[in-house]
């Protein structure tokens, strides 16, 4: 049954090391025409306030996706049973106009979600949310978003500039994209420009879970929590790799310590199976930083895991 559908090259066709990197060895094609879900690159790191890099994030998260087998032999899910799936490469960003790149962004993604396909993002740093929400909101109104980040992301500006990696949820709630009362955010920490920077996202609605109320322990029960709020609703997975300790993923442009393990970056995608995910984006990994690859290794599996929640994925 599931000849029909893509499946990743396996390490006895052709060694691990070998052949084009396409994310998870899928194969690649130019739209999302007759997909369920695909993974989709946005090489875009100009929205970058500290160590930039993160365009480098999609190539080095498929290079590293070379290890991942399509059995999740922990929670049973066979994604590529049931599902087609695809890697449909890279936007084609402007690296030299944040602006002009959003409206390139959100055109793709326009397109993606014309095929009523799911897009599981290798970001790019954070910046590349906002226009990925643009896109979602004309498909399925504001969306409830589960978002793992060190930072808020709701800047009003940095250094005068209304859209970099610091401010998209700022600009998603004011232009509406998301469902405010139906948007956690998890594992923010960290040094704050102002006492009060995490006030403005709870007085929009937003659940707030420091990575502190977090430490050693389990987040099954947080999620159960999250399931039981969302319902329904769609929801957007927005994932920055610096949620996570740097300890676990060093490769980014702005580490914070005491964060996230992965165990615990596991139990929050594991914890939306059953949620109406139409979106997932892995951001902020920058290779420059990542000598071992590791990081890199962590996002894509932590991709593979996303594509692993998706409604319609048989469990097995
Ligand atoms: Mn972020
Ligand atoms: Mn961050």
């Not at 396409?22 to 790191?45: I, K, S």
């Not at 390139?104 to 993604?109: C, F, G, L, S, V």
């Not at 808020?152 to 405010?180: K, Q, S, W």
């Amino acid at each position: 049954m599931s000849s029909t559908k893509n499946q990743p090259l396996g390490g006895n066709e052709m060694p691990r090391f070998g052949g084009p990197a396409t994310m998870m060895r899928l194969p690649t094609q130019p739209t999302a025409e007759g997909l369920d879900a695909c993974f989709v690159g946005v090489p875009f790191d100009i929205g970058t306030s500290n160590r930039a890099g993160a365009r480098f994030g999609p190539r080095a998260i498929r290079a590293e996706s070379c290890l991942l087998r399509p059995y999740n032999m922990e929670t049973g899910a066979a994604p590529f049973d049931s599902l087609q799936v695809a890697d449909i490469g890279d936007v084609a960003i402007n690296t030299f106009n944040i602006q002009k790149s959003m409206d390139i962004i959100e055109a793709a993604y326009d397109d993606i979600l014309s095929h009523d396909c799911i897009p599981l993002t290798l970001g790019g740093d954070h910046t590349v949310a906002l226009p990925i929400l643009r896109a979602l909101k004309k498909k399925h109104g504001p969306v409830a978003m589960v978002h793992i980040d060190a930072h808020a992301d709701i800047n009003d500006n940095m250094f005068g500039e209304p859209i970099a990696h610091g401010t998209p949820f700022r600009r998603a709630v004011e232009e509406g994209l998301l469902d405010c009362n139906h948007v956690y955010q998890i594992g923010l920490r960290g040094t704050g420009y102002a006492a009060e920077d995490f006030d403005w996202p709870k007085e929009q609605g937003f659940e707030v879970v420091c990575a502190n109320e977090c430490w050693h322990k389990s987040l099954a029960p947080l999620m159960a929590q999250v399931r039981e709020k969302m319902g329904d609703r769609p929801v957007h997975i927005s994932f920055d790799i610096d949620g996570l300790d740097p300890s676990a993923a060093p490769g980014t442009g702005t580490p914070e310590y005491g964060g996230l393990t992965i165990i615990q970056g596991y139990e929050i995608i594991r914890g939306c199976q059953g949620l109406n995910v139409v979106g997932g984006d892995m951001v902020e990994i920058a290779p420059p930083y990542d000598p071992s690859g590791n990081t890199a290794l962590l996002g894509a599996n932590l991709l593979y895991e996303m594509l692993c929640i998706l409604p319609g994925v048989t469990i097995r």
